[in-house]
């Protein structure tokens, strides 16, 4: 079993749509937990920082459910700009970063 | 510019042959991680250090492998009789402990075996 899975996708969805990527973790003494984005051919970028109690960036929304070992991005009214593929990455407790292999999304006019 | 530099930015070699990255982390930046990428998946974790000390190399890599950090800041990756399946791109990002955990990736060697 992968350290960490994603759902490679790829969704396609119009513009103004919402999508939501789900993520899980296996290692529960996890202690830290990410989303990146990926533009193709481009180097991971942090995206934002995922907290126990779930935060919101602008459109973006992370939610982190410890018990069930799963975290989860909300995208809200989708960009053209949002096209990319988005990595869950998580800090292990031997502050490892292990990443996922990523959920490509595609947002279409 | 992220600020992490690595080196070569292609690097095409044939079976057999060793090969050398290397990468300078921003300054200041004590955590430095090896990353290999193949298309259509995300970084596979290789290695990563704290200042010179290596903490932990994923066991999944072969001792063909080797990564060095000598004095805390730059870092070089070797492979040795290098494989066709060692193809991908190689990754380095580096982090300031302690201030945040946003990695700053470099741009990343393009590893080609023929």
């Known amino acids: 079993r992968k350290e960490v899975e994603q759902d490679p996708g790829p969704f396609n969805v119009p513009e103004g749509a919402t999508v939501a990527f789900n993520c899980t973790y296996s290692?529960?003494?996890?202690?830290?937990f990410f989303w990146y984005r990926q533009d193709c051919r481009k180097e991971p970028k942090l995206l934002m920082s995922?907290?126990?109690s779930g935060n919101e960036d602008g459109r973006f929304t992370a939610q982190l459910n410890r018990a069930s070992q799963y975290i989860s991005l909300l995208i809200r009214d989708s960009k053209l700009s949002d096209s990319a593929t988005y990595l869950c990455v998580v800090r292990t407790n031997t502050d490892k970063l292990i990443f996922g292999t990523g959920t490509r999304l595609q947002v279409f006019p | 510019d992220t600020g992490v530099s690595q080196d070569p930015r292609h690097k095409i070699t044939k079976r057999g042959q060793n090969v050398t990255f290397r990468c300078d982390p921003i300054s200041e930046h004590n955590r430095l991680y090896w990353y290999r990428q193949t298309l259509g998946q995300g970084p596979e974790f290789l290695t990563y250090f704290q200042n010179e000390a290596q903490l932990e190399k994923s066991r999944l890599l072969s001792d063909r492998f080797s990564a060095e950090r000598p004095k805390g800041s730059f870092s070089t990756l070797e492979i040795q009789r290098t494989e066709q399946g060692d193809s991908a791109m190689y990754l380095c990002?580096?982090?300031?402990?302690?201030?945040?955990?946003?990695?700053?990736f470099g741009s990343g060697t393009q590893l080609s075996v023929l």
């Open positions: 990002a580096t982090q300031r402990q302690g201030a945040g955990e946003k990695l700053f």
């Open positions: 995922v907290y126990s």
């Open positions: 290692n529960s003494a996890s202690q830290s």
